[in-house]
T-cell receptor, first 114, second 110 residues
């Protein structure tokens, strides 16, 4: 049990629509990262938030955006959905353990774009 | 762009056998982690290695970090059906972004 929760667990949208995914990070962790995991691949880094500010971004277009709230929960928003956006979206909260970071992942949201 | 290559991509072996999976990069890791992911769940951290040449053991799992900190291996002794899953290596390359490999999908046949 990592303490990271995500909602919803599954979601079906159509091309062009917008979606918001939510994440509650583990208590005491002030950094949250979002990843996209396509079928059969490893997770790819989307972006990271630290104390409500974006703190690093991967190779994703601006239609992928996020928010982090004062309680360290987070949202991932995707506009103008495309078929290739179908994937498992994972959030992870981070703690620093003796000089290196450890990430604790939620169960993910499975997004299907039709 | 740092790339992590994992091999093999798929591995299916009988219960009780030993196996090794590999993770390689052309860049030096500041630290490297191994995760296991089961269907419908997020990755679960197994171990973090930081020092070149480091060896860590977790029950039947042995993790090794290469001397040059560019490669790592995971060895499982006497595999059990509960070891089935997707094994992912992931590395930090001196920044805060965790880069994942493509994974090794392991199936243990009872």
């Amino acid at each position: 049990e990592t303490g990271v929760t995500q909602s919803p667990t599954h979601l079906i949208k159509t091309r062009g629509q917008q979606v918001t995914l939510r994440c509650s990070s583990q208590s005491g962790h002030n950094t949250v990262s979002w990843y996209q995991q396509a079928l059969g691949q490893g997770p790819q880094f989307i972006f990271q938030y630290y104390r409500e500010e974006e703190n690093g971004r991967g190779n994703f277009p601006p239609r992928f955006s996020g928010l982090q709230f004062p309680n360290y929960s987070s949202e991932l928003n995707v506009n103008a959905l495309e078929l290739d956006d179908s994937a498992l979206y994972l959030c992870a909260s981070t703690r620093n353990a003796g000089g290196f970071n450890e990430q604790f992942f939620g169960p993910g949201t499975r997004l299907t774009v039709l | 762009t740092q790339l992590l290559e994992q091999s093999p991509q798929f591995l299916s072996i009988q219960e009780g056998e030993n196996l090794t999976v590999y993770c390689n990069s052309s860049s030096v890791f500041s630290s490297l982690q191994w995760y296991r992911q089961e269907p419908g769940e997020g990755p679960v951290l197994l171990v973090t290695v930081v020092t070149g040449g480091e060896v860590k053991k977790l029950k039947r799992l042995t993790f090794q970090f290469g001397d040059a900190r560019k490669d790592s291996s995971l060895h499982i002794t006497a595999a059990q059906p509960g070891d089935t899953g997707l094994y992912l290596c992931a590395g930090y390359f001196g920044n805060e972004k965790l880069t994942f490999g493509t994974g090794t999908r392991l199936t243990i046949i009872p």
